[in-house]
Nanobody, 127 residues
């Protein structure tokens, strides 16, 4: 299995940027398909972005395309979520996740598609 720890959340004004990190321990995350989800108060956890097992392809939900960028550094066992042009509606707890399955992204992934989760990091965007 793999353990995931997110960091980098905080309070930022609309239009600002944050860079989230997800550090993995245990088995190297190159063995997993990695993704990011977020959950706002009173809302279900929703998919933000995910990659295939080797990071060759990246898939974003429409609401963050052009603003968020997911990347990985296998040597550091870390994945990142660069968030630019943040909006108040981006306010949520952000979670990184790992899946043992090969992700095709033919459909928007559901949380149940992922096997391991970090503890989450709060992102708050003020007007």
């Amino acid at each position: 299995q793999v353990q995931l720890v997110e960091s980098g959340g905080g309070l930022v004004q609309a239009g600002g940027s944050l860079r989230l990190s997800c550090a993995a321990s245990g088995r190297t995350f190159s063995s997993y398909s990695m993704g990011w989800f977020r959950q706002a108060p009173g809302k279900e956890r929703e998919f933000v972005v995910g990659q295939t097992w080797n990071g060759d392809s990246t898939y974003y939900t429409d609401s963050v395309k052009g603003r968020f960028t997911m990347s990985r550094d296998n040597a550091k066992n870390t994945v990142y979520l660069q968030m630019d042009s943040l909006k108040p509606e981006d306010t949520a707890v952000y979670y990184c996740a790992a899946s043992r399955a090969f992700m095709t992204f033919r459909n928007t992934p559901k949380p149940a598609s992922y096997d391991y989760w970090g503890q989450g990091t709060q992102v708050t965007v003020s007007s």
